[in-house]
């Protein structure tokens, strides 16, 4: 039977903190389990899934390594793989994916950048491929006739730049499951999420900056990097030498730790400090799909 999300919503709402606790142990041992097999597996290009490698692919069982295109992989095939993955399933493949190339800065999911009307919309990116996907309120009641009449999203691969799969070629059907996780986007007592090893910049973003001060290293590469700080340092009343300034950048050289956080550090009660976290240009654009309004 379809799941209801409303009867879902329901019953997670009746949860005391207690059950809430084991049931997110429980689900953290399971994603753990299934983060580590597919590390194990992706190190020696391998997938987790039909422990076959990357640039293999078998028509009787379809995989979602097949969309790496390290195989004979062509846009048809895209549905077999819907059929048998869901969105949830096929997004965390990829998403898992892209964080072993970089971690983080690999996925635009900046919710600053998606539209009011998309419940989803970003694009991640692994080595020379970006795979986007995208639903409107509209998809997701779905509309019109035929395969869009049913709740759906929508999917655009491209390689190296150039168009493989793109946006209006399929209405991938979205699962009963799908439906559900999607369902608690706005419930403040259970969401869905992609876990640590399927973050991308909007959690970089979410994050503590106290905390992102703290744990950032720095880089001399900005297309590794995942922040960009700008710092000001306001000392009106007792300046900066130049030699405090140089200390201050080789303290941060020598510690790998931010030149913001080393400052923050070492002048607390003598300056005002605030820095600014941004996410870096280099990450992905999100591609931008046109919504057909309902008519």
Known sequence: ?????????????SLSPEQ????????????ESQVSEFRRAYAKGHCY????????????????????????FKKKDFLSIAERYDYHNIAAFLRWCANEESL???????????SDRKVIS??????????????????????????SSHPHYHFQMRIDGRQFINFNEFHVPLSDRDL????????QNAHHSFGAAGSGMQEAV?????LSLEHASPTTDEDEAAYHFSTMIDTTDQPLSS??????????????????????????GRARIQTVISPMHSIPDIANRTEHKPR
């Open 206 to 210: 979410s994050a503590d900056p106290g």
């Open 20 to 31: 809430i606790a084991e049931g997110n142990r429980r689900e953290q041992a399971n994603y």
């Open 122 to 147: 970003y694009t991640v990116k692994w080595k020379n491929i970006d795979w986007t996907f995208d639903c409107t309120e509209n998809d997701m009641r779905g509309h019109g006739a035929g395969a």
């Open 49 to 72: 899934l039909c422990n076959g490698p990357f640039d293999q692919m078998r028509a009787a069982h379809p995989c979602t390594h097949w969309l790496l295109r390290r195989c004979r």
């Open 180 to 187: 559900f996780n999607l369902s608690l986007r706005d419930e």
């Open 243 to 268: 030699d405090e300034i140089h200390n201050i950048f080789e303290e941060a050289k020598r510690t790998n730790k931010s030149f913001a956080f080393v400052a923050k550090q070492r002048l607390q």
């Open 104 to 114: 983080l800065r690999n996925i635009n999911d900046l919710e600053s950048e998606k």
């Open 1 to 13: 039977m379809p799941i209801d999300p409303d009867r879902a919503k329901a019953f997670f709402r």
